[in-house]
């Protein structure tokens, strides 16, 4: 949706989990994602992206209350123009999951999502009926029934875009001693 609707913006993470939790406290943010895929041995440009992946995510896993888990990026072939196929796997269960098992064990109140499709429905219904309240943000197009599930909705607007856009680099991680 970021890429779509809104050109790819570098954006501050911090400053948008602290949007999204509208100044309820933060448990934990989750960043769901894959690592790039890489050939066996990779070329240099699989080996670019993988490393700058890492570097991102490593970023991600030293913000205070982040955690970031990691689905698989799986190789399916290659499509009718002979273009590589790639399919992320594991991502979206492990958003159900962890929603599903916070929720039974009554360690959130409240949970904001970002996203846009329909995948998360079992585990939102089930976060629910433990009490839970969703709060879904999304881009212009999100699927009907994830809209009619979630208790409230915010659609992102170039406004909060730029209000949480990253002014400069992220620093780099300090160098944890062996």
């Not at 995510?57 to 123009?81: A, I, Q, S, T």
């Not at 197009?141 to 915010?154: F, S, V, Y």
């Amino acid at each position: 949706m970021l890429k779509e609707e809104f050109k790819s913006p570098k954006i501050d993470f911090k400053k948008f989990v602290e949007l999204m939790a509208g100044g309820c406290e933060i448990l934990r943010a989750y960043y769901y994602d894959c690592l790039p895929y890489q050939s066996s041995p990779p070329t240099p440009d699989e080996r670019v992206r993988f490393g700058k992946k890492q570097s991102f995510l490593n970023y991600l896993e030293h913000l205070p209350r982040f955690e970031v888990r990691l689905g698989k990026l799986e190789y399916r072939g290659l499509d009718e123009r002979r273009a590589p196929v790639f399919e992320q796997k594991r991502v979206d269960i492990l958003i159900c999951v962890d929603l599903a098992l916070l929720a039974a064990k009554h360690q959130i109140s409240d949970a904001v999502i970002f996203a846009g499709d329909s995948d998360f429905l079992p585990a939102i219904e089930a976060a629910k009926r433990e009490g839970v309240v969703v709060h879904l943000y999304h881009g212009s197009r999100p699927h009907h029934d994830l809209i009619k599930m979630c208790d409230e909705r915010t659609q992102m607007t170039q406004s909060m875009i730029d209000s949480i856009a990253s002014q400069a680099p992220p620093l780099p991680i300090p160098k944890q001693a062996p």
